[in-house]
């Protein structure tokens, strides 16, 4: 069973930056690809980024992408997103997910969710 537990969620203005944090409680966080995703309100749940357990194959949504930056650290079992230049329409709750057999764009072949993290960005 893995834990995940976002952080570093908030309130910011266009054009600022966020850093979200994703523990884990996994013994073998290291086995697992994690990814991040977002829900806005009334809209589907968005791919953001996702990174194998290598720390390689890192991809990005098609909106975010020269914007936001996913990296891990193995030893700290985190996975964190830098989001820079933020956009209103970037507002959402962002959400960690892992998995040991998939590390791509579909939200629904991850096992593991956390609960969460709202980010807003003020125009």
Partial sequence: QVQLVESGGGLVQAGGSLRLQCAASARSFNLYAMAWFRQAPEKAREFVASINWLGGNILYGDSVKGRFTISRDNA????????????????????????????????????????????????
């Avoid at 209103?88 to 096992?111: F, H, I, L, M, N």
């Fill in 76 to 123: 700290e079992k985190t996975v964190y997103l830098q989001m820079s230049s933020l956009k209103p329409e970037d507002t959402a709750v962002y959400y960690c997910a892992a998995d040991q057999d998939y590390s791509g764009r579909w939200y629904k072949s991850y096992k593991y969710w956390g609960q969460g993290t709202q980010v807003t960005v003020s125009s």
